[in-house]
């Protein structure tokens, strides 16, 4: 082989050879272009995913908020004609200092019973709405940290975390 037909092949060559360093490169770029972009589609379906969760617990609380304001206004209503029962009651048992007078005995009765009774479904008004405060606070709660766990995110996507 003559040396021109040598330079001939080594140009060939170093043209193949720049050829396949540039597509590899090429392929290479595009690889990572597209991981890049399959990350930021990532973190964006998460942050939008996110964001949903953040609303639909907003609306869990704020219903939750507005069922207590109602529950607890019957509460407070309830409350009351239990203490008003319970006046009653000592009314009858203050007419007379030796008890009861028997004339009124039974009517006594009645009340106190029906005190008793309204003591029972007061105490177990009371559990229900402690059970649902303690529900409400816990759905607040979550989102109250759903929420500044998406502001981080947010912040750090944007570059200021």
């Known amino acids: 082989m003559t040396d021109g037909a040598r330079d001939g092949t080594r140009g060939t060559v170093a043209t193949w050879v720049l050829v396949t360093l540039a597509a590899a490169a090429l392929l290479g770029s595009l690889g990572f272009a597209f991981k890049t972009r399959?990350?930021?589609?990532?973190?964006?379906?998460?942050l939008a995913s996110m964001g949903h969760r953040?609303?639909?617990?907003?609306?869990?609380?704020?219903?939750?908020?507005?069922?207590?304001?109602?529950a607890h206004a019957r509460f407070l209503d309830f409350d009351e004609r239990v203490d008003s029962l319970r006046r009653?009651?000592?009314?009858?048992?203050?007419?007379?200092?030796?008890g009861v007078p028997r004339e009124?005995?039974?009517?006594?009765?009645?009340?106190?019973?029906?005190?008793?009774?309204?003591?029972?479904?007061?105490?177990?008004r009371a559990r229900t709405l402690e059970a649902d405060e303690t529900a409400c606070r816990e759905l607040i709660?979550?989102?109250?940290?759903?929420?500044?766990?998406?502001?981080?995110?947010?912040?750090e996507s944007r570059g200021g975390g």
Not at 88 to 98: A, G, M, Q, T
């Open 38 to 46: 399959m990350e930021e589609r990532r973190e964006y379906q998460e």
């Open 141 to 155: 709660s979550e989102h109250n940290v759903l929420g500044d766990s998406l502001r981080r995110r947010l912040e």
């Open 54 to 70: 953040i609303r639909a617990l907003r609306a869990a609380a704020d219903s939750c908020r507005n069922h207590l304001a109602v």
């Open 88 to 98: 009653d009651v000592l009314r009858y048992e203050e007419l007379d200092s030796r």
């Open 104 to 124: 009124r005995y039974d009517e006594y009765l009645s009340r106190f019973d029906g005190y008793n009774d309204s003591v029972v479904a007061w105490q177990e």
